[in-house]
C-alpha cells in the first residue's frame, strides 16, 4: 500500500488539508504538525492487546496531543476468528477518542460487512484501484460499491496515491470527498492545489441534505485550562485550522475560539501581554454544538441563530456529548446550495 505518511489529506471540496502524516519514531517520538494527524497502525497491533498499543498513547501525551486528534488508518486483512478481539480493541481505541478508518476497503483490507460494523470515520480505497479508476469500469464499480457502504455508515472515503487530473475527476464522480497523493502535494509555497470540479448535473439528494457526521472533520483540540499563548502557537502552525476547541478531561466541548476573532485579540496593542500568560477560555466563546445525526439543513439553521457568529465552525457531538469533530459553515452551505438548486 503506498503510505499516507508522504502527503497531506486534502478535502476535494475546499481544497483544505484535513489532516497530516505522522508516525512514531524508533524512539517512541511522535513526529506530526499541529493539524490532526494520519497514523498507520498495523491490524496485527490492535490484535496484541492493549499492551502493544502503550507506546502509540504515550507518544501522543508527550507530544500534547489527545487521540481525538488523531486517525489511525487500519492497515491488513483481519482473519475470521481474530474479528471478536478486533471489534473489542476497536471499542477500546473508539473511547479512548481516536478516529478509525480502514485501509483498502474492497480488495485486500478487511471485509465490507467487518468494516461496517465498526463505525469507521474513513473507508481508504487501495491506492492501485485509484490508479485504475479512470479506464477501468470494473475498478470503478468496486470504488463505486465503497462509496456506497461508505454512506451507509456515515463514514468518509479516501483516495489514496493520487497521481493525475482523471483519478481526481472519477473520484469526484463516484462521490469520494477526500483524497492525497503526488498531485495533491503542497507546492513550493506551501499551499495545495486541486483541480476544479466539473459542474455536478445529478440530481439533489434528501430535502434535509446528509448528517453533518458526513461533513465532519478532525477537531484542533486544547484542555480547557490552556493558555492563550497555546492557541497561538495552534493557529500559527497552519493557516487552514479555523477554530480551536477546549474541552474538559471527557472531550467535552467547554469553549470555541474562532481564528479570526482570536487573533484580532492579540493583533490589537498590548495583545500579547495582556492574555498570552491567561487562560484562553477568557476569549473563548461557547461551543456551537450539534449531534452527529443532524441534518445540513437543520445544522445551517442552528448556525445563523447568532448573526455575530453565523460563520463559526459548528462542534459535533456524540451521545455522550463528546466532541467528535467540528463541521465549517461553508461546508454546509455548499450542501445546502446543492439541495436547492
Known amino acids: 500500500m503506498s503510505s499516507l505518511l508522504t502527503s497531506p489529506m486534502v478535502d476535494l471540496d475546499t481544497g483544505a488539508v484535513i489532516a497530516q502524516p505522522a508516525v512514531v519514531d524508533s524512539a517512541g517520538t511522535l513526529r ?41 488508518l487500519l492497515t ?10 478486533l471489534r473489542v480493541g476497536l471499542d477500546s481505541l473508539r473511547t479512548i477518542g481516536y478516529l478509525i478508518g480502514f485501509a483498502d476497503v474492497g480488495t485486500r483490507g478487511v471485509s465490507a460487512d467487518l468494516a461496517s460494523g465498526a463505525s469507521p470515520y474513513l473507508l481508504a480505497l487501495d491506492p492501485e484501484l485509484v490508479t485504475r479508476i479512470p479506464g477501468d469500469y ?44 503526488p498531485l495533491l502535494a503542497p507546492g513550493p509555497d506551501g499551499k495545495v492545489r486541486v483541480p476544479l470540479p466539473i459542474a455536478d448535473e445529478s440530481p439533489a439528494v434528501a430535502m434535509l441534505g446528509p448528517r453533518v457526521q458526513e461533513l465532519l472533520i478532525p477537531a484542533v483540540t486544547l484542555p480547557e485550562e490552556a493558555k492563550a ?17 477546549l474541552v474538559d478531561e471527557y472531550q467535552r466541548p467547554k469553549g470555541s475560539l474562532d481564528r479570526s476573532r482570536f487573533l484580532l485579540s492579540f493583533a490589537a496593542r498590548y495583545g500579547h501581554a495582556l492574555h498570552g500568560s491567561k487562560p484562553a477560555q477568557r476569549l473563548a466563546d461557547p461551543p456551537r454544538t450539534v ?43 455548499r450542501q445546502v446550495a446543492a439541495i436547492r438548486s
Do not use: K, W
Request: some cysteine; glycine content about 10%.
Open 32 to 72: 506530526a504538525g499541529r493539524l490532526p494527524m494520519v497514523l498507520e497502525l498495523p491490524i496485527g497491533v490492535v490484535l496484541s492487546g492493549a499492551g502493544a498499543l502503550a507506546p502509540l498513547h504515550e507518544a501522543l501525551r508527550r507530544a500534547g496531543r489527545h487521540p481525538r486528534e488523531a486517525i489511525l
Open 76 to 85: 491488513g486483512p483481519c482473519q475470521e476468528q481474530d474479528r471478536p478481539l
Open 138 to 181: 470494473r475498478a470503478a464499480a468496486v470504488a463505486r460499491a465503497v462509496v456506497t457502504l461508505a454512506r451507509g455508515i456515515g463514514a468518509h472515503v479516501l483516495a489514496p496515491g493520487v497521481e493525475r487530473e482523471p483519478q481526481v475527476a472519477v473520484a469526484r464522480g463516484l462521490g469520494v470527498r477526500l483524497a492525497h497523493g
Open 229 to 245: 499563548e497555546e492557541v497561538v502557537e495552534a493557529f500559527g502552525h497552519e493557516p487552514t485550522i479555523t477554530s480551536v476547541i
Open 291 to 333: 449531534p452527529r445525526t443532524t441534518p445540513a439543513v437543520a445544522a445551517m439553521q442552528a448556525a445563523s441563530r447568532d448573526s455575530a457568529r453565523v460563520y463559526d465552525d459548528l462542534v459535533v457531538t456524540d451521545e455522550m456529548n463528546r466532541c467528535l469533530g467540528i463541521v465549517r459553515v461553508s461546508d454546509l452551505i
